[in-house]
C-alpha cells in the first residue's frame, strides 16, 4: 500500500517536471494551449525550435499576418503570403491555427479609411474581405476573430470606420460574411479590458445576446487578456464573467494573455506574475465552455509590450534569453486547477 503511494507520488512529481502546456490543456479537457508568433521572428532558429513544440503549443495566432493591411493593402489585391507560411508551419507542427481578423480599425489599410466611402459600398468592401480572407484559409482555422475590438471602456460601441459608416450592423453583417465562406470556423468577437466584470464585458455580453436573437453565426467570445501584474480583476471576477459569456450559449477563450510588470523584473514581480497567470488560466480550467488559452507570443524577446509602453515588458512566460519565467509554473498550476 505504502509503496503504491508512493509511486503515485513519483508519477505525479514526474509529471510536474515535464509539464507541457498544451498536454496539461489537453488532459483537462481544453483544446488547446498556443501562442501567437509573427513572420519576422522565424528566421531564428532556437525561437523556431520551442514555438513548434507542440507539446507545450497546440495552437498558433499570426499576430500581424493575417490582419487587413497585410491582407488587401491595395483594394481588390489580396496577399496571402504572410498568413500562408504560419499556416503551413502549423500543418507541419499538427498545430490548429486561429485567424487574426477580419475587421478591426487598427492596422486597416490607407485606402479603407480615406476612401470616404458610402454605407452601401463600404459593407461590400468589408463583406469581399472578410468572405475571400476566410475563404483563402477554409478548412485551416480553427476559430476567426471576426471583429475585433468593437468597445469603448464604457460598453458603448468604439467610432471607427465600420461602425460610423455602417452602424452597429456591419458586426452582424461580417459574422455571415465569415460564416458563408468557411462553415466550419469558430466564429468569435475579440477585445481587451473584458477579462473581469465590467461595463466593458457587460457591452460585450449585450451584443453577443443581441446577436444570438438574431440568430446570427456567433460562435464565441475572445478575451484577450493583456493584464499587469498585480493588478487582475479577482478570481471570481473573472471566473464568473466567463461563466455569464458561456451562459449565453457561446464558447469563450483567452487569445493574447499577456501580463506586464516594470522592468527589470525582481524576484517579486517575477513571484507575482506567475500567481496572475495561474489566475487567469485556472478561470479558464474551471469554465466548461472556455476551451483554450493563447498567449501573445511566448517569449520577452518578441512581446509588442516595450514598443508601447516605456518601462514595461517581461510580460511572457519566457524570458529574452528563451528560459522559462515562474511565470510558466503558473500556467502549468492553472491548468492542473
Ligand atoms: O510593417 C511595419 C514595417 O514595415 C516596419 O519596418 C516596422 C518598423 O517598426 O514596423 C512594422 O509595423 C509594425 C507592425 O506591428 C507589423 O509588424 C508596427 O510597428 C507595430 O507597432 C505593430 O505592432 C502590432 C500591434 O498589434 C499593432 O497594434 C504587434 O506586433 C501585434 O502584436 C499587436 O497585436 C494586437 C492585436 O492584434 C490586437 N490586440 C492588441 C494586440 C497588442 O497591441
Known amino acids: 500500500m505504502h509503496s503504491k503511494l508512493n509511486s503515485l507520488v513519483l508519477l505525479v512529481l514526474v509529471t510536474a517536471a515535464n509539464a507541457q502546456l498544451h498536454l496539461l490543456a489537453r488532459a483537462t479537457g481544453k483544446q488547446y494551449f498556443g501562442t501567437a508568433t509573427d513572420n519576422p521572428e522565424l528566421v531564428?532558429?532556437?525561437?523556431?525550435?520551442?514555438?513548434?513544440?507542440?507539446?507545450?503549443?497546440?495552437?498558433?495566432?499570426?499576430?500581424?499576418?493575417?490582419?487587413w493591411f497585410a491582407t488587401e493593402p491595395v483594394q481588390g489585391k489580396f496577399n496571402f503570403t504572410g498568413a500562408e507560411e504560419i499556416v503551413k508551419l502549423a500543418k507541419k507542427n499538427k498545430q490548429l491555427v486561429r485567424g487574426h481578423n477580419c475587421?478591426?480599425?487598427?492596422?486597416?489599410?490607407?485606402?479603407?479609411?480615406?476612401?470616404?466611402?458610402?454605407?452601401?459600398?463600404?459593407?461590400?468592401?468589408?463583406?469581399?474581405?472578410?468572405?475571400?480572407?476566410?475563404?483563402?484559409?477554409?478548412?485551416?482555422?480553427?476559430?476567426?476573430?471576426?471583429?475585433?475590438?468593437?468597445?469603448?471602456?464604457?460598453?458603448t460601441f468604439r467610432s471607427t470606420v465600420f461602425y460610423d459608416t455602417i452602424g452597429e450592423s456591419y458586426i452582424e453583417t461580417a459574422l455571415r460574411s465569415a460564416r458563408a465562406a468557411d462553415p466550419s470556423a469558430k466564429l468569435y468577437i475579440n477585445d481587451y479590458n473584458i477579462e473581469g466584470l465590467s461595463p466593458k464585458s457587460t457591452g460585450m455580453l449585450n451584443l453577443v445576446k443581441s446577436l444570438k436573437a438574431k440568430r446570427a453565426p456567433i460562435d464565441g467570445i475572445g478575451i484577450q487578456g493583456h493584464l499587469i501584474v498585480g493588478q487582475l480583476p479577482s478570481f471570481d471576477s473573472i471566473k464568473s464573467n466567463l461563466q455569464a459569456f458561456t451562459n449565453l450559449g457561446v464558447d469563450v477563450a483567452i487569445t493574447e494573455l499577456d501580463i506586464r510588470m516594470p522592468t527589470p523584473p525582481t524576484t517579486d514581480s517575477l513571484a507575482q506574475q506567475k500567481i496572475d497567470y495561474e489566475t487567469v488560466v485556472k478561470a479558464c480550467n474551471e469554465v466548461k465552455r472556455c476551451v483554450g488559452v493563447t498567449i501573445w507570443d511566448w517569449t520577452d524577446k518578441y512581446s509588442w509590450v516595450p514598443g508601447v509602453f516605456t518601462g514595461e515588458g517581461a510580460a511572457l512566460p519566457w524570458d529574452d534569453d528563451l528560459k522559462k519565467k515562474p511565470a510558466y509554473d503558473g500556467i502549468a498550476a492553472g491548468l492542473r486547477g
Not at 103 to 126: K, P, R, Y
Open 44 to 67: 531564428d532558429k532556437p525561437y523556431l525550435k520551442q514555438l513548434s513544440n507542440n507539446h507545450d503549443f497546440g495552437q498558433i495566432t499570426p499576430s500581424n499576418s493575417m490582419k
Open 103 to 155: 475587421v478591426w480599425h487598427s492596422q486597416l489599410a490607407d485606402w479603407v479609411e480615406s476612401g470616404a466611402f458610402d454605407n452601401v459600398t463600404l459593407t461590400s468592401i468589408m463583406i469581399k474581405h472578410c468572405y475571400t480572407l476566410v475563404k483563402h484559409f477554409k478548412g485551416d482555422i480553427l476559430q476567426w476573430d471576426v471583429v475585433n475590438e468593437p468597445f469603448n471602456e464604457d460598453g
